[in-house]
């Protein structure tokens, strides 16, 4: 009988390298660190390339610059929906999935080469569905809905960029497998941690939804099918694309308490109700993909409401709680940080210049304000018809996942700089300013475009004055003025973009180095972070006056706008 | 393993304190609400979008809209079918069928309709998907090719309302427009 001397060949957990975070005391695997940072480094290219195209597509629909031609601008837009909304978010996605299994849970990553290769399928899906919108045969929009048809490329680039995302998240679910078997924590999971693992758990059902469209699309642009249903496209579609946006709302609000936790030392204020939102979406969230199909003929009022109601705004009440528990959980830190006087000292003297604690909280207003009530009005069966295919949608989504996912995620970056790079922050007086700029770009680019779509003006148009056209239509002056506060707006989010890259290349190559003894961070994290961030137990819930008057403010504003949408559909042509 | 045991192990254990709680109540309850107006709207309401449709072959379709205008095309006092840049004007019956055609870059043909008189609206596509959007009343409904939908309409105002495409169809794209006249 042979035997194999199992100290001989080291078990993985034991050949892992560690080292511990001088300023959180987090644990960190060299693989993770390594992977989390490649990820973040791709996720911040992505954004530089589809930022520009979004300027250039503003800058056009501004009907007195219109700085594109035609052609080119249906291009950028086709470019610029593909890499912010898939690349920029998933690569970045990824890193936070990483960080909240392998750094919260002090964690070696599972299965790092697998991780590597993951990795490369994306950048290779990535640049290859660039190098084919460039090339101009694939201008289908982000949407390619058939029977419009692109390049057999471009369908093949997104399915290996899914593949090489589907392998990652397993990377994560592994990691916690890990994680339990070698008992690197204890109990529960922590909060941030359920929240990713409700972003994973949805980004599954989104990339399987992807497959089961997109392979048999691409065999038709192959010619190996002869037909695909544009109704059944669409449906399926939409499990990809409205659901992935449901992976960035878990991830960001994730973030949301993440930077709670290690910025002022938020805990929960009650790990229940938290996880029972989280829980909501992995129940119900993937319904959205009804939000598209509303002015659609073929399905029945029964399924779009049922649908686009998230069963029964089951969802919706998910978002509604973390609109709550995440502002309650920094009040009731602040307070006990001693900030306790008036209803509002614990928000006027937060951090504001950090820019972590600035861009979280700013994305926490206006993911609630902007993004979430358009998202309800919009996603209502019949008020749908109201702004179906405008430029409101988009002006919606700007909402949701520039104001909200995309400045959460810079919000992100101002810790993993530091954390993960060991690189601190290198023009802090800038950064102070970088969340305002691009905060105050998005909110003007969602309003301004919602406002414009109320008027009517299409989405993804080139001319909204009809000039070509055989039966021109006059939008009313206001749509003017709407599009063009839009292009300076959008002018405002890509300084506050720009200065977000410069900031985040200029600290990995040449910030302070943190490694060293004595360094000092910029922006200091809480002394509890680490704890706040990686153990659960709920805080309780204190007085939150402050709190409950911002709630109070955004339940009022919520039904006012909802009811003035009803008053203004009971004014249209009657149609049944 | 954590340098420090969790602090409660029970966390679904603990009450939900009473903030959290009203506040869920409340976010139930309008959830609740929202989802019973959209049921409800379809019997108070006047605005409801129909969801009968039909699959047909795009060309198929495209006959039916041709026999349509020609059969019910306006004509002016010596006979001349009247027209707007090309496309002929159309004067279906009141409480009658009127079809419309989206296609690469057009809606065809323009609809005359009578205030306050509701017509079934056939709406489908010849090639890629379109958007009709009815300016400036602002009433935005998605064509396919393959599916035939139809909605009865009432218009509420008279005068030359805009069809505009709100779909992405290729570089014709911002060029596809159409019209509909409503007569007192």
Redo the contacts between chains.
């Keep these: 009988m042979t035997t194999i001397d199992s100290a001989a060949v080291p078990a993985a957990s034991e050949s892992a390298s560690f080292r511990v975070c001088r300023f959180s005391g987090l644990k960190i695997e060299a693989n993770a660190e390594r992977l989390i940072k490649v990820n973040a480094v791709a996720a911040v290219l992505f954004l530089a390339l589809g930022g520009l195209m979004g300027l250039l597509v503003a800058l056009t629909r501004w009907p007195a610059v219109q700085i594109l031609p ?2 080119l601008f ?1 291009l950028v837009l086709t470019g610029h929906g593909a890499n912010v909304l898939l690349f920029w978010i998933i690569f970045f996605e990824i890193a936070v999935l990483y960080f909240a299994s392998a750094v919260i849970l ?1 964690s070696r990553l599972a299965a790092p080469k697998t991780a590597w290769f993951a990795f490369v399928l994306m950048v290779v899906g990535a640049i290859m569905a660039n190098a084919t919108v460039i090339s101009g045969d694939s ?3 982000f949407t390619s ?1 058939p ?2 048809k692109a390049s057999q490329w471009f369908y093949l680039s997104l399915i290996i960029f899914a593949v090489g995302a589907l392998i990652a998240v397993f990377i994560f679910f592994g990691t916690l497998v890990v994680a339990k078997a070698e ?6 999971v922590p909060l941030v941690t359920f929240g990713a693992i409700t972003a994973g758990i949805i980004a599954i059902f989104t990339l399987a939804s992807g497959a089961i469209i997109l392979v048999p699309t691409w065999l038709w642009s192959l010619g190996l099918i002869s037909n695909i ?3 059944m496209y669409k449906v399926v579609w939409w499990g990809m694309g409205h659901s992935s946006q449901q992976i960035n709302v878990s991830a960001h609000v994730s973030i949301w308490y993440a930077i709670g936790a290690m910025v002022v030392g938020a805990r929960p ?5 938290s ?1 029972m939102a989280f829980f909501m979406y992995i129940l119900f969230l993937q319904l959205a993909s009804a939000h598209h199909i ?8 029964t399924w ?2 049922v649908n686009t ?1 998230y069963m ?3 969802a ?2 998910g978002s ?2 973390h609109g ?2 995440v502002p ?1 959980a920094i009040e009731a830190a602040q307070r006990r940080n001693g900030l306790t006087r008036g209803a509002f000292e614990w928000l006027t003297k937060a951090p504001w210049g950090n820019p972590a604690f600035a861009g979280m909280f700013l994305s926490l207003v206006m993911f609630g304000f902007i993004g979430g009530i358009s998202g ?1 009005v919009l996603g ?3 008020l749908n ?6 430029i409101y949608v988009p002006g919606h989504f700007h909402g949701t996942v520039v104001a909200g996912t995309t400045l959460a995620f810079m919000a992100m970056t101002y810790l993993v700089v530091p954390l993960i790079f060991q690189r601190d922050i290198i023009w802090p007086g800038l950064a102070k300013w970088q969340p305002f700029v691009f905060g105050l770009g998005a909110a003007g680019i969602s309003l301004f475009m919602m406002g414009a779509g ?3 003006v ?6 909204m004055s ?1 000039t ?6 006059e ?2 002056a206001a749509a003017y003025l709407m599009m063009g506060l839009n292009g300076i707006s959008a002018i405002c989010a890509a300084v506050g973009g720009v200065m977000f890259i410069a900031i985040v290349v200029a600290s990995i190559f040449w910030g302070p180095r943190l490694d060293v003894v004595g360094a000092k961070l910029a922006f200091p994290l809480h002394e509890k972070s680490r ?1 706040s961030v ?5 805080h ?2 204190l007085k ?1 006056p402050g709190t ?1 008057i911002l ?1 109070g403010i955004f ?1 009022a504003s ?2 006012l706008y ?1 009811f003035v949408n ?1 008053k203004y ?2 004014e ?5 | 393993m954590a340098i420090n045991p969790p602090s409660n192990r029970l966390w679904w254990k603990e009450p939900i304190h009473g903030i959290e709680l009203g506040w869920i109540i409340i976010a139930f309850l309008w959830g609740l609400f929202m989802f019973f107006f959209m049921i409800a709207w379809h019997f108070i309401g006047q605005q409801n979008l129909s969801s009968e449709t039909y699959k047909i072959q795009p060309e198929d379709y495209a006959a039916k809209v041709e026999a349509f205008a020609s059969k019910f095309k306006v004509t002016d006092a010596n006979g001349k079918a009247v027209e707007e840049d090309g496309v002929p004007v159309v004067r279906p019956p009141a409480g009658g069928d009127a079809f419309i055609l989206a296609r690469l870059w057009e809606f065809w043909p323009i609809l005359e309709l009578k205030k306050g008189e509701s017509y079934r609206i056939h709406l489908s596509s010849a090639d890629w998907q379109h958007g009709f959007s009815l300016q400036p009343t602002n009433i935005n409904i998605s064509v396919h090719p393959g599916y035939e939908h139809v909605f009865t309409l009432t218009p509420t105002g008279s005068g030359v309302f805009g069809l505009v495409c709100n779909e992405f169809c290729g570089i014709g794209h911002h060029t596809m427009t159409g019209r509909i006249r409503v007569v007192d």
């Design positions: 035609a052609e249906y002090g201008t289908v929009m809905y029977p419009m008992n690197t924590y204890d109990g529960s249903d544009t109704l204020l009650s790990e229940k109700v996880r509303l002015a659609e003929p073929g399905m029945s009022s779009k409401i109601s029964m705004y089951l919706v009440m509604m709680i709550l528990t309650g309800v209502t069966e019949q018809v109201l702004m179906h295919n405008t109320t008027l009517g299409p989405r993804r148009h080139w001319d009809l070509d056209a055989a039966h021109a239509f939008y009313p704890e990686s153990e659960y137990g709920s309780g819930t939150l409950l709630v339940f919520f039904v909802y009803w559909l009971s249209l042509w009657l149609f049944r």
